[in-house]
Protein backbone atom coordinates (compact mmCIF):
# COMPACT_ATOMS: atom_id res chain seq x y z
CA UNK A 1 0.00 0.00 0.00
CA UNK A 2 1.33 3.61 -0.18
CA UNK A 3 3.20 4.74 2.73
CA UNK A 4 5.10 8.19 3.55
CA UNK A 5 8.74 7.82 5.50
CA UNK A 6 10.06 11.29 6.76
CA UNK A 7 13.05 11.91 8.38
CA UNK A 8 13.24 10.89 12.15
CA UNK A 9 12.81 14.24 14.93
CA UNK A 10 13.23 16.05 16.62
CA UNK A 11 14.99 18.74 14.70
CA UNK A 12 17.12 21.87 16.43
CA UNK A 13 17.53 24.57 14.94
CA UNK A 14 18.58 28.36 15.76
CA UNK A 15 16.83 31.12 14.48
CA UNK A 16 17.47 32.31 10.91
CA UNK A 17 18.89 28.75 10.22
CA UNK A 18 17.85 26.61 7.20
CA UNK A 19 15.54 24.39 7.50
CA UNK A 20 14.85 20.87 4.73
CA UNK A 21 12.79 17.81 6.45
CA UNK A 22 12.98 14.85 4.06
CA UNK A 23 9.89 13.03 2.86
CA UNK A 24 10.12 10.06 0.69
CA UNK A 25 7.02 8.30 -0.77
CA UNK A 26 5.96 4.58 -2.50
CA UNK A 27 2.49 5.04 -4.28
CA UNK A 28 0.49 3.54 -6.85
CA UNK A 29 -0.57 6.07 -9.53
CA UNK A 30 -0.01 9.78 -8.89
CA UNK A 31 -0.14 10.99 -5.81
CA UNK A 32 -1.14 14.42 -4.57
CA UNK A 33 1.66 15.09 -1.68
CA UNK A 34 0.84 17.75 1.29
CA UNK A 35 2.70 19.22 4.71
CA UNK A 36 0.89 19.66 7.34
CA UNK A 37 1.73 21.58 10.26
CA UNK A 38 0.68 21.16 13.86
CA UNK A 39 1.43 23.47 16.76
CA UNK A 40 1.10 22.58 20.31
CA UNK A 41 -2.32 21.57 21.41
CA UNK A 42 -3.84 22.30 18.10
CA UNK A 43 -5.30 20.16 14.98
CA UNK A 44 -3.47 19.96 11.50
CA UNK A 45 -2.97 23.03 9.38
CA UNK A 46 -2.07 22.62 5.82
CA UNK A 47 1.03 23.95 4.79
CA UNK A 48 1.41 23.16 1.19
CA UNK A 49 0.48 20.88 -1.40
CA UNK A 50 1.25 19.63 -5.15
CA UNK A 51 -0.45 17.59 -7.48
CA UNK A 52 2.04 16.59 -10.29
CA UNK A 53 5.33 15.96 -10.82
CA UNK A 54 7.84 18.89 -10.96
CA UNK A 55 5.08 21.33 -9.46
CA UNK A 56 6.45 22.86 -6.17
CA UNK A 57 4.25 24.29 -3.28
CA UNK A 58 5.03 27.38 -1.43
CA UNK A 59 3.38 28.97 1.54
CA UNK A 60 4.46 31.04 4.18
CA UNK A 61 8.48 31.13 3.26
CA UNK A 62 8.23 27.03 3.11
CA UNK A 63 8.88 25.66 -0.14
CA UNK A 64 8.62 21.61 -1.30
CA UNK A 65 8.70 20.62 -4.86
CA UNK A 66 7.27 16.81 -6.19
CA UNK A 67 9.87 14.75 -7.55
CA UNK A 68 9.04 12.02 -9.49
CA UNK A 69 11.84 10.27 -10.05
CA UNK A 70 13.54 10.13 -6.79
CA UNK A 71 9.77 9.70 -4.91
CA UNK A 72 10.31 12.82 -2.74
CA UNK A 73 8.67 16.06 -1.00
CA UNK A 74 11.73 17.73 0.97
CA UNK A 75 10.10 21.11 2.74
CA UNK A 76 12.50 23.46 3.03
CA UNK A 77 12.73 26.93 4.66
CA UNK A 78 15.15 29.39 4.31
CA UNK A 79 15.40 31.20 7.57
CA UNK A 80 13.37 29.67 10.44
CA UNK A 81 11.80 31.75 13.35
CA UNK A 82 10.94 30.37 16.74
CA UNK A 83 7.00 31.07 15.71
CA UNK A 84 8.15 28.06 13.04
CA UNK A 85 8.27 25.16 16.02
CA UNK A 86 5.85 22.67 15.63
CA UNK A 87 5.53 19.18 14.13
CA UNK A 88 5.63 18.80 10.23
CA UNK A 89 3.86 16.34 8.71
CA UNK A 90 4.04 15.01 5.10
CA UNK A 91 1.09 13.42 3.46
CA UNK A 92 -0.12 12.06 0.95
CA UNK A 93 -3.28 11.04 -1.47
CA UNK A 94 -4.09 8.95 -4.09
CA UNK A 95 -7.27 9.67 -6.31
CA UNK A 96 -10.19 9.49 -3.75
CA UNK A 97 -8.23 7.54 -0.46
CA UNK A 98 -7.68 8.70 2.97
CA UNK A 99 -4.64 10.66 3.49
CA UNK A 100 -1.79 8.44 4.44
CA UNK A 101 0.76 10.22 6.84
CA UNK A 102 4.23 10.22 7.99
CA UNK A 103 5.35 10.13 11.51
CA UNK A 104 6.14 13.43 12.09
CA UNK A 105 9.24 15.45 12.22
CA UNK A 106 8.89 17.96 15.13
CA UNK A 107 11.12 20.86 15.14
CA UNK A 108 11.98 23.38 17.70
CA UNK A 109 13.94 26.73 17.04
CA UNK A 110 15.90 28.52 19.94
CA UNK A 111 16.40 32.29 19.57
CA UNK B 1 -15.97 31.03 6.16
CA UNK B 2 -15.20 29.55 9.19
CA UNK B 3 -13.61 26.51 9.70
CA UNK B 4 -14.04 22.91 10.96
CA UNK B 5 -15.30 22.71 14.35
CA UNK B 6 -15.29 19.87 16.62
CA UNK B 7 -17.06 19.34 20.27
CA UNK B 8 -16.09 18.75 22.59
CA UNK B 9 -12.55 20.02 22.83
CA UNK B 10 -11.60 17.64 25.88
CA UNK B 11 -13.20 14.89 27.48
CA UNK B 12 -12.66 12.31 30.48
CA UNK B 13 -14.17 8.99 30.37
CA UNK B 14 -13.95 6.04 32.12
CA UNK B 15 -13.32 2.42 30.38
CA UNK B 16 -16.51 0.81 29.53
CA UNK B 17 -18.39 3.80 28.82
CA UNK B 18 -19.10 4.88 24.93
CA UNK B 19 -18.58 8.68 23.54
CA UNK B 20 -19.99 10.62 20.88
CA UNK B 21 -17.71 13.50 19.11
CA UNK B 22 -18.77 16.04 16.91
CA UNK B 23 -17.52 17.88 13.63
CA UNK B 24 -18.99 20.46 11.25
CA UNK B 25 -17.18 20.95 8.47
CA UNK B 26 -16.27 24.51 6.50
CA UNK B 27 -19.82 25.63 4.52
CA UNK B 28 -19.76 23.98 1.33
CA UNK B 29 -17.78 20.82 2.33
CA UNK B 30 -19.68 17.50 2.01
CA UNK B 31 -17.13 15.25 2.88
CA UNK B 32 -16.22 14.63 6.23
CA UNK B 33 -13.54 11.95 7.58
CA UNK B 34 -11.71 11.23 10.82
CA UNK B 35 -8.62 10.26 12.27
CA UNK B 36 -7.06 8.94 15.17
CA UNK B 37 -3.59 10.52 16.49
CA UNK B 38 -1.40 8.80 19.39
CA UNK B 39 2.31 9.39 20.15
CA UNK B 40 2.87 5.73 19.26
CA UNK B 41 0.90 5.32 16.15
CA UNK B 42 0.62 8.47 14.58
CA UNK B 43 -2.36 9.12 12.60
CA UNK B 44 -4.52 6.84 11.73
CA UNK B 45 -7.49 6.84 8.79
CA UNK B 46 -10.81 5.81 11.26
CA UNK B 47 -13.61 6.54 8.20
CA UNK B 48 -15.08 8.61 5.65
CA UNK B 49 -18.76 10.06 5.04
CA UNK B 50 -20.63 12.16 2.34
CA UNK B 51 -23.73 12.12 1.07
CA UNK B 52 -24.65 10.25 4.43
CA UNK B 53 -22.80 7.51 3.53
CA UNK B 54 -19.60 5.56 4.15
CA UNK B 55 -17.17 5.60 1.52
CA UNK B 56 -14.01 4.34 3.26
CA UNK B 57 -13.20 2.50 6.71
CA UNK B 58 -9.86 2.17 8.10
CA UNK B 59 -8.65 -0.64 10.27
CA UNK B 60 -10.41 -0.30 13.26
CA UNK B 61 -12.63 -2.63 16.02
CA UNK B 62 -16.35 -2.13 15.00
CA UNK B 63 -16.86 -0.18 18.52
CA UNK B 64 -15.58 2.91 16.70
CA UNK B 65 -18.71 3.97 13.89
CA UNK B 66 -19.74 7.11 12.55
CA UNK B 67 -22.58 8.57 10.85
CA UNK B 68 -23.43 12.01 8.77
CA UNK B 69 -26.25 13.69 8.69
CA UNK B 70 -28.14 15.41 6.17
CA UNK B 71 -26.52 19.10 6.70
CA UNK B 72 -22.72 17.25 6.16
CA UNK B 73 -22.21 17.52 10.01
CA UNK B 74 -20.63 14.13 11.13
CA UNK B 75 -20.40 12.47 14.16
CA UNK B 76 -18.26 9.35 15.40
CA UNK B 77 -19.37 7.19 18.44
CA UNK B 78 -17.06 4.94 20.64
CA UNK B 79 -18.42 2.30 22.11
CA UNK B 80 -16.70 0.51 25.13
CA UNK B 81 -13.63 2.45 25.88
CA UNK B 82 -10.36 0.85 26.29
CA UNK B 83 -7.71 2.80 27.86
CA UNK B 84 -5.52 2.50 24.28
CA UNK B 85 -8.57 4.79 22.76
CA UNK B 86 -7.29 7.57 24.37
CA UNK B 87 -6.33 9.94 21.71
CA UNK B 88 -7.00 13.24 19.74
CA UNK B 89 -9.46 12.46 17.29
CA UNK B 90 -9.40 14.71 14.14
CA UNK B 91 -11.84 15.32 11.96
CA UNK B 92 -11.20 17.03 8.37
CA UNK B 93 -13.59 18.37 5.71
CA UNK B 94 -13.02 18.98 2.36
CA UNK B 95 -15.38 19.46 -0.89
CA UNK B 96 -16.78 16.91 -3.39
CA UNK B 97 -17.30 17.51 -7.26
CA UNK B 98 -20.07 17.17 -9.53
CA UNK B 99 -18.78 13.90 -10.52
CA UNK B 100 -18.69 12.42 -7.23
CA UNK B 101 -15.27 12.25 -5.99
CA UNK B 102 -13.89 14.30 -3.18
CA UNK B 103 -11.02 16.90 -3.58
CA UNK B 104 -7.99 15.66 -2.33
CA UNK B 105 -6.83 18.57 0.57
CA UNK B 106 -8.53 18.00 3.64
CA UNK B 107 -9.00 20.68 6.19
CA UNK B 108 -8.63 19.72 9.86
CA UNK B 109 -10.24 20.97 12.87
CA UNK B 110 -8.75 21.46 16.40
CA UNK B 111 -9.32 17.93 17.47
CA UNK B 112 -10.85 16.04 20.32
CA UNK B 113 -8.44 15.45 23.03
CA UNK B 114 -10.19 11.85 24.64
CA UNK B 115 -8.59 10.50 27.66
CA UNK B 116 -10.25 7.08 29.02
CA UNK B 117 -9.29 6.31 32.49
Known amino acids: ?111 | KAGVTQTPRYLIKTRGQQVTLSCSPISGHRSVSWYQQTPGQGLQFLFEYFSETQRNKGNFPGRFSGRQFSNSRSEMNVSTLELGDSALYLCASSLVYASGGAEDTQYFGPGTRLTVL
Open chain 1, 1 to 111: GDSVTQMEGPVTLSEEAFLTINCTYTATGYPSLFWYVQYPGEGLQLLLKATKADDKGSNKGFEATYRKETTSFHLEKGSVQVSDSAVYFCALSSGNTPLVFGKGTRLSVIA
